[in-house]
């Protein structure tokens, strides 16, 4: 761009395709260093048609600067358009092609490409940025150009290798929140490129331009992938000679982006053509969909399953990454490595690991919170996150992250997981202490008075400290024992259908036991009797027979429960009955002692009563 000419976006320079005799020299050199078995004089030529075409481009956006791509987030949503089903829609996204760059790990790598849409048929060289619809991919006829399920998907760059920008870009900003802290999407890819030199890179890079370290792997430890004979993903197609389509079927992968919530971020997805010649595209999907079915390996927080509190344990659910060998074509199975770390305050304090799983679909760690190592329990619990790591064979594909460090599978501090699990006890006793604390701190008591007869005021008594009538020279809170009348049930025991039936020695009799309220103003609640037995007049046991058996009993022994006996009504008292047996066998003639041990009752009563306070209201 001349420096003396302002920038001018209407106003495009004269363009001059010619390429300078130095840059030709310098590409022949290039070309003739490179060690490539497949490399053909042909080949050449089509360098020279690039470099010459990617001379035009720099001179037309040099010649338009508002042309250059520049991520820009204005009003994309997060996971806008994310599905794709039915359009790609240019608010939500950005595109842009330009040439290979030198280095994607730079600060605004994609800076001199083109900015904007170019769409169109998979043989048009300038087709970027395509929406497609269900089908077949035309190079690879299983391939199916919508992921499962899906009936929308993006093409992103096309089948011509010789000509076109051979780098095409498409690409998202977005403001990160907790609920995209981890973004997954589906892809599939196809390269004329056996030799590997075609590649699909997912950068994510922040505000400034930089890449995120981390923030995307393919699982290779980088964020770019190309065609590897060893990686059973990939899937060949004819002799892998330069120019045989080579593939990856559609699976699902994750972006972390934990670390990233309440900034600005940029996803680009660039597909690059191989380096002599040939095509490679990529196809998207599912943006912030669910990875269900990915045959790279699945894994979620079995939150059913897995215990919330105490010593118990905390589950997985996974499916393993799937595939076909390469060679022989038989389905081969991987595996899934699960790190568990507990959190506490913010602070990683222990890391648990399942270490390699290659059956099942479930894994769970046996949590016993007070063997964690520096666990504190007076701060209740503790926070949890996974990552599961999948491999297949000696291929490394990629881990996902389930819960957001630190603060794990649920929002806020220390709550993923009880130290201890509370009973219904401890949780009333915890209440009323709170409710205790929380009344205690109120400063100002009300004066009362007798509502009725407003002369007799409370002795100006404030409040329930139970002061009483304590004559003590500092009066100090006491409590203070109300003075009861002895009450109890009533008791009878009746046998026998009539007046001439007689209790024998050698008997099975059933006796009743009544229970009744005489009082009119209280009832009994939860009225058991605990145990009744059988003794001698003195109190002695019963003789026992040969078997060690007494000779006399009650069946059943205890305990019995009568529940509720209500107040007496109409001059009748109320009474509940129970049943029971006594067995006597061989027993000597002559009174015995039928003792009920344990009766035990609460007595209620309910009262009705005022109270009446002086509210006194500052004046204004
Ligand atoms: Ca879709
Ligand atoms: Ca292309
Ligand atoms: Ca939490």
Redesign the pocket.
């Known amino acids: 761009m001349d420096p003396n000419k302002p920038a001018d976006s209407n106003t495009a320079n004269p363009v001059n395709p010619e390429l300078p005799k130095e840059r030709q020299a310098e590409l022949k050199k290039q070309f003739d260093n490179l060690e490539c078995d497949f490399k053909k004089p042909e080949n050449f030529v089509q360098i020279l048609n690039r470099a010459q075409a990617e001379q035009v481009r720099t001179q037309e956006i040099e010649a338009n600067p508002a042309k250059k791509y520049k991520p820009t987030l204005g009003n994309m949503t997060p996971c806008g358009n994310g599905d794709f089903e039915s359009q790609l829609d240019t608010n939500e996204w950005q595109g842009a092609s330009g040439p290979v760059p030198l280095n994607m790990n730079v600060s605004f790598p994609f800076a001199s490409f083109t900015s904007g849409w170019s769409s169109g048929l998979i043989t048009s060289a300038n087709a970027h940025q395509t929406w497609v619809g269900p089908g077949f991919d035309p190079n690879v006829a299983t391939l199916s150009t919508t992921a499962p399920g899906s009936n929308g998907a993006v093409r992103i760059g096309n089948d011509v290798g010789a000509v076109g920008d051979p780098c095409s870009l498409l690409s998202k900003t977005l403001l990160v929140g907790s609920a995209n802290a981890y973004i997954t999407f589906w892809y599939a890819l196809v390269m004329k490129c056996p030799h590997g030199r075609a590649s699909f890179t997912v950068r994510v890079s922040d505000a400034s331009g930089n890449t995120i370290t981390g923030a995307f792997d393919f699982g290779n430890g980088s964020n770019t992938l190309a065609y590897a004979g060893t990686n059973p993903m990939w899937s060949a197609l004819g002799g892998l000679s330069d120019g045989d389509s080579v593939y990856k079927d559609w699976s699902c992968a994750q972006i972390d982006l934990s670390g990233q919530i309440g900034k600005v971020v940029t996803i680009e997805f660039v597909v690059t053509d191989c380096f002599i010649g040939k095509s490679a595209y990529a196809y998207i999907d599912s943006f912030c969909g669910s990875c269900k079915g990915s045959p790279s390996g699945t894994i979620s927080y079995d939150c059913e399953k897995s215990s919330h509190c105490g010593q118990g344990k905390i589950c997985f659910a996974y499916n393993l990454p799937t595939a076909k060998n390469p060679k022989t074509g038989q389905p081969i199975v991987g595996q899934v490595e699960i790190k568990l770390g507990i959190y506490q305050n913010g602070s990683l304090i222990q890391t648990l690991t399942s270490g390699a799983l290659g059956t099942g679909s479930s894994y769970c760690f046996d949590i016993d919170p007070n063997t964690i190592p520096g666990i504190n329990s007076t701060l209740g619990g503790f ?1 949890f996150t996974a990552l599961g790591t999948f491999t297949i064979g000696s291929t490394n594909l990629g881990s996902t992250h389930v819960g957001i460090p630190p ?10 997981y009880q130290i201890e699990c509370k009973s219904c006890e401890q949780i009333n006793q915890e209440q009323n202490a709170l409710l205790a604390k929380d009344c205690a701190s109120k400063f100002n008591t009300l004066e009362s008075y007798d509502c009725h007869c407003p002369d007799i005021t409370g002795a100006n008594q404030t409040g329930c400290a139970c002061m009483g009538a304590s004559t003590a020279p500092t009066r100090r809170p006491h409590c203070i024992e109300l003075e009861l009348p002895k009450i109890k049930p009533c008791f009878s025991v009746k046998w026998g259908d009539s007046k001439c039936d007689c209790l024998e020695t050698n008997d099975v009799e059933t006796l009743c036991i009544t229970v009744c309220n005489c009082y009119t103003n209280l009832a009994f609640d939860d009225l058991s009797v605990g145990q009744i037995h059988i003794t001698n007049m003195d109190g002695t046991p019963v003789p026992t027979l040969p078997d060690g058996t007494p000779s006399a009993q009650i069946i059943p022994s205890g305990p019995l429960c009568f529940g509720s006996v209500p107040p007496c009504a109409n001059g009748r008292p109320s009474c509940v009955s129970r049943e029971v047996v006594l067995y006597a066998r061989g027993a000597k003639g002559g009174n015995y002692r039928v003792v009920f041990e344990g009766v035990c009752f609460s007595v209620t009563k309910h009262l009705q009563t005022d109270a009446c306070f002086v509210l006194p209201l500052c004046p204004d």
């Open positions: 926070d603060e794990g599978v649920t929002e806020g501090r220390n709550n993923d």
